[in-house]
Nanobody, 115 residues
């Protein structure tokens, strides 16, 4: 089975930056979408950014211009660069990889934006 492990979360002041990483334990085949979700306390998990096969990267309106999704296939790693962070970005961030037969989720990494 495949495990996704997130890292890079932490406490940052408003306006700061963080870079999240998601490493897969092995290569995943038949991917049709991959990306990042987040869940704030008391709220539903929401899509932050993803990329689908043959499509450009999609971003939630709230993070457009501030967050950038990228990947390094050779390292089985996906990244989320987060700039100009706001308190509203505080949440647990989860990486996600969707295949034809299964959805993989990481355990989550906490991002807290506070002064």
């Amino acid at each position: 089975q495949v495990q996704l492990v997130e890292s890079g979360g932490g406490l940052v002041q408003p306006g700061g930056s963080l870079r999240l990483s998601c490493v897969a334990s092995r290569n995943i085949f038949n991917i049709y979408a991959m990306g990042w979700y987040r869940q704030a306390p008391g709220k539903q998990r929401e899509l932050v950014a993803d990329i689908t096969s043959g499509s450009s990267t999609n971003y939630a309106d709230s993070v457009k211009g501030r967050f950038t999704l990228s990947r390094d296939n050779a390292k089985n790693t996906m990244y989320l660069q987060m700039n100009s962070l706001k308190p509203e970005d505080t949440a647990v961030y989860y990486c996600n990889v969707r295949t034809d037969f299964y959805d993989y989720w990481g355990q989550g990494t906490q991002v807290t934006v506070s002064s």
